[in-house]
């Protein structure tokens, strides 16, 4: 449970995400564009919104896998030690491979996450991810794709929550406590 009080203000509305994914979901099936069947790996929990509207957008061929990392727990610091909680149901050997992030943060678990799946061989392994916080950066990764780049603050809302709450917001805003410091 959040200890102190807060509010939320919003960020990143729906509709410019929703025009984000879009714009990217165009982008990704021109750079699959000849794949017979693109696997979308999800990462759980925090990218179950966008993975949802993404493959609605996504004219291809797909299935949908999902992974789940250790990240935050309930807390609103970064583990360094990525643990694989979930793992695929599907094979990736071979394969066309788009891992869906929420955030990339430290980007410890998307650096993890890539190698992991890396080491399976797929055919190409290509990376999005909604947010990126660039600033908070401790492992040198990148996104293939990425929706919007955002300062150093906490978000929640569009899947991503703050210990286990608001992830039905359907926009995308900032933490600000009300209370303390
Ligand atoms: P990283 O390993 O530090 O890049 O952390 C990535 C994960 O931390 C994300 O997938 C989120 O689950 C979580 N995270 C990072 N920033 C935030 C935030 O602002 N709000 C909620 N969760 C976050």
Same mark, same amino acid.
Request: charge should be negative; glycine fraction near 6%; proline fraction near 4%.
């Given at each position: 449970m ?14 410019s995400?929703?025009a $984000?994914?879009?714009?990217?979901? =165009? @982008?990704?099936?021109?750079?699959f564009?000849?794949t017979?069947k693109?696997?979308? /790996?999800?990462?759980l =929990? ?10 609605r ?7 949908v896998?999902f992974?789940e990392?250790?990240?935050y727990?309930?807390a ?6 990525? %643990?694989i909680?979930?793992?695929? =149901?599907?094979?990736?050997?071979? %394969?066309?491979?788009?891992v869906?992030?929420?955030? /990339?943060?430290?980007?410890?678990t998307?650096?993890?996450?890539? !190698?992991?799946l890396?080491?399976r061989e797929?055919?190409?392994? =290509? ?8 600033? %908070? %950066?401790?492992?040198?990764?990148k996104?293939?794709w990425?929706?919007? @780049?955002?300062?150093?603050?906490f978000? /929640? *809302?569009?899947?991503i929550?703050?210990?286990?709450r608001? $992830? !039905?917001?359907?926009f995308? *805003?900032k933490v $600000?406590f009300? @209370?303390?410091?």
């Amino acid at each position: 449970m959040p200890t102190r009080p807060y509010v939320i203000d919003e960020m990143i509305s729906a509709k410019s995400i929703a025009a $984000r994914i879009e714009d990217l979901a =165009r @982008e990704i099936a021109g750079s699959f564009a000849e794949t017979d069947k693109l696997v979308v /790996v999800g990462l759980l =929990r925090g990218s179950f919104v966008f993975i949802a509207d993404l493959v609605r957008e996504l004219d291809l061929p797909v299935e949908v896998d999902f992974l789940e990392a250790s990240s935050y727990g309930d807390a609103m610091e970064s583990s360094k030690e990525v %643990r694989i909680l979930k793992d695929l =149901r599907g094979e990736i050997h071979g %394969r066309d491979v788009l891992v869906v992030e929420d955030i /990339v943060d430290t980007g410890f678990t998307l650096h993890h996450v890539i !190698n992991l799946l890396k080491s399976r061989e797929p055919k190409r392994l =290509r990376t999005i991810a909604l947010l990126d916080k660039p600033v %908070r %950066r401790e492992v040198d990764v990148k996104a293939d794709w990425t929706g919007f @780049e955002i300062p150093d603050e906490f978000v /929640v *809302g569009y899947g991503i929550d703050f210990a286990q709450r608001n $992830r !039905n917001l359907p926009f995308i *805003g900032k933490v $600000r406590f009300t @209370e303390g410091d």
